[in-house]
């Protein structure tokens, strides 16, 4: 049974940082693409990025480039969101997902974790 856990969420100042986790089981977290998303209230939830399962591939939403960074562990079956120089409309609850092949759609991702709350106060 595939499992994902995020952490690293909380409350933190415009212009702070925090490191996102999410650590999987239950998969050959090598042969799976990871892909981190967020949903605000009230809002769609949209990809922030994603990660091939060796890490040749990466992709950043162009509006989070510069400030976001998704990197993966693969001998500690965890993929990690740097956010850096955050703002108020960073705000929302940010989950991980994975699925077998590579993709930056935000569609037809197989399994899902719960989610972190990351609130960035102005």
């Known amino acids: 049974q595939v499992r994902l856990v995020e952490s690293g969420g909380g409350l933190v100042q415009a212009g702070g940082s925090l490191r996102l986790s999410c650590a999987a089981s239950g998969l050959t977290f090598s042969t799976y693409a990871m892909g981190w998303f967020r949903q605000a209230p009230g809002k769609e939830r949209d990809i922030v990025a994603a990660?091939?399962?060796?890490?040749?591939?990466?992709y950043h939403a162009d509006s989070l480039k510069g400030r976001f960074t998704i990197s993966r562990d693969n001998a500690k079956n965890t993929v990690y969101l740097q956010m850096n120089s955050l703002k108020p409309d960073d705000t929302a609850r940010y989950y991980c997902?994975?699925?077998?092949?590579?993709?930056?759609?935000?569609?037809?991702?197989?399994?899902w974790g719960q989610g972190a709350q990351v609130t960035v106060s102005s």
């Open positions: 997902a994975t699925r077998r092949l590579y993709s930056i759609s935000k569609s037809n991702w197989d399994y």
């Open positions: 990660i091939s399962g060796r890490g040749s591939n990466i």
